[in-house]
């Protein structure tokens, strides 16, 4: 169940119907003035009222199916009545100004409509609406009048939520379990918009004396902090168990922060905005501790501050819980998608600028066992103009696999998802992670970078057995830039040039449909720098990184619907 309005008193539960796996039954509780009509929506992302797919339960007590167009004018379908639902109950409140009202109704997954009100759902995050219509526009929508369906007009608040989430169960872990945690200590948040802050920390003895697993791990949000923390990492620092990791308290990227730090990049837990805590299959557990281990770890956590707040205190963090009685697996957290540099950009002004990020077969060849991996969850990871992401698997006889996609991308809602079954990655596969970012308000270039207003394109994989693959990202060659950066002066009279840097050269295209058009089919054939790398940060022994890689972009350009989407 999830709250969609409090001032409503809003509520909608949801399930597979009759075991249907392409029809769910809702029920939806609302509170309703006399009067007024109320609003269910199916947005495309976050409170867009362009093409969104609408539901009304009239004042008359009636469902009707209704969508609107790319200028959020409202229609009634010709089947607006025929919705199959009921009403469970209907309560006067307050006197008998208001109605409390339960709600159900059956809606398939995909409802096959030729007009423009279809919207499909499946496993991405769905942006739910809800709000009030008044009598006059009830009766002017029952009239076929046109009106807008507008977020002021119609009261409208927004909920995100996955609907279709994966039916794999597995005991909870329990929060008297044994835990430990890893926060800030009252640590003063810049007052500034970006900043990453590092503060080392020790294991404690129990833990270090033997191995142990990591079951569940939870974000921790100081409340005061709710809004600026973005997101965390609690990296394990993967040295000799005799070399000391200096003690360190400040922003990541200060030239005080010891270089000893650098070898810390083995995520064993994680948050960020949206997340909820993640409980481990109980097949599989993260590994930490044992005396043959680094009991050093690293907490960086992602201060968001637009608004540049002063005087807040943070104590945010990671706590994970923890058994001595250890699974049938080990598990590890791979990073894949983009690396984090201006050579990754995105132009301003498009409403779906695509990038993709390589893990060649030669990095899995080199990296994985011979039984290769299986992957059972999966965090998408963009930042504010990221609206639609995937990653697929790419075999070596050419099939293509979808891990997870999420076509109604979130950077606010970033859950570690559990699949729907598990994915094998085999040696030689290679992982395609794509990003669609659209940028239409923005009028200058979008850098590949660590800012919040700078982007980002990952997907942090959860797999077992745990293999030496920490990250596998790319970026175009610098050479290659280099040369489009020429080209665009030669041909489009850019004022680009070898004395500027890239943020320079990128300021400098004037960038048209044309010109970005140019610049996303340059990322798609120009060779790549791959970084193939484990935990220490160095690249895998057997992987050759002096050679030239190239994108692997199949012919497929969208990730097909799942069966139970599909119309029959």
């Known amino acids: 169940m999830v709250q969609l309005s409090e001032p409503l008193d809003s509520t909608l539960k949801w399930d597979y119907y009759q075991n249907d796996d392409s029809r769910l039954i809702f029920q939806w509780d609302i509170t309703l003035p006399i009067g007024y009509s109320g609003i269910l929506a199916f947005s495309n992302y976050d409170l867009d009222t362009n093409r969104a797919d609408v539901i009304i339960f009239g004042k008359n007590e009636k469902l009707y199916n209704a969508y609107t167009n790319d200028r959020s004018l409202l229609f009634l ?23 409390k009202y339960t709600i159900q109704f059956i809606r398939p997954l995909n409802t096959c409509d030729e007009q423009e009100r279809n919207y499909i759902i499946d496993r991405s995050t769905v942006h739910l609406l809800t709000g009030l219509m008044t009598s006059d526009d009830f009766k002017k929508m029952t009239q076929n009048k046109l009106i807008e369906f507008n977020v002021e007009r119609m009261k409208l608040t927004l909920q995100r939520v996955q609907l279709l989430k994966s039916q794999a169960s597995f005991t909870p872990v329990p929060n008297d379990e044994p835990h430990v945690e890893f926060l800030n ?39 005061q902090s709710e809004g600026v923390v973005h997101h965390m990492e609690l990296f394990h620092c993967d040295v000799d168990v005799k070399m000391k990791i200096p003690e360190y308290n400040g922003v990541c990227t200060s030239e005080q922060k010891p270089m000893g730090l650098t070898p810390c990049r083995r995520v064993i837990g994680a948050w960020a905005m949206g997340a909820t805590n993640f409980t481990y299959p109980e097949v599989t557990g993260g590994v930490v501790g044992g005396p043959k281990t680094s009991r050093f770890l690293v907490l960086e956590v992602h201060f968001n501050n637009p608004y540049l707040k002063k005087g807040i205190i943070d104590q945010s963090g990671i706590r994970i819980y923890y058994t001595k009685d250890l699974r049938e697996k080990e598990a590890g957290i791979m990073e894949v998608g983009l690396e ?11 409403p779906s600028f695509r990038i993709s990020g390589y893990c060649a077969g030669e990095c899995t060849r080199a990296s994985l066992s011979n039984e290769g991996i299986t992957v059972f969850a999966s965090q998408l990871h963009t930042h504010l103009t990221g609206v639609e992401v995937f990653t697929r698997i790419i075999r070596k006889n050419g099939e293509i696999v979808t891990l997870n996609v999420d076509r109604h991308y979130s950077p606010h809602f970033q859950e570690i998802r559990l699949l729907p079954e598990p994915v094998q990655i085999y040696r030689g596969d290679t992982i395609l992670h794509t990003c669609i970012y659209n940028t239409e308000d923005r009028k200058d270039m979008t850098f590949g970078g660590y800012g919040i207003s700078d982007e980002m394109c990952v997907n942090y994989i959860h797999y077992y057995p745990r293999s030496k693959l920490e990250l596998c990202k790319t970026s175009v060659e610098d050479d290659e830039l280099d040369r489009f950066f020429e080209t665009m002066n030669e041909y489009d009279r850019s004022n680009t040039s070898n004395n500027q840097t890239i943020f320079q050269n990128f300021r400098s295209i004037r960038w048209t449909p044309l010109t970005t058009a140019v610049l996303q089919t340059f990322y798609e054939i120009a060779p790549i720098h791959l970084s193939c790398n484990g935990s220490d940060g160095n690249y895998s022994p057997n992987f050759n990184w002096k050679r030239v890689y190239r994108p692997q972009e199949p012919k497929q350009r969208v990730v097909p619907y799942d069966t139970s989407s599909e119309c029959k």
């Open 340 to 350: 984090y540099n201006p050579k990754n950009s995105i132009p301003p002004g498009s």
């Open 185 to 223: 200590q009252d640590v003063l948040i810049p007052d500034v918009e970006t900043t990453y802050w590092c503060t080392r920390f020790e294991l404690p003895q129990n833990i270090m004396a033997e191995k142990h697993h990591i079951i569940r791990f939870d974000g921790i949000v100081s409340p």
């Open 77 to 99: 379908t010709d089947d607006s009545s025929k919705l199959d639902c009921k009403v469970v109950s209907s309560v006067s409140i307050e006197n008998g100004k208001k109605k």
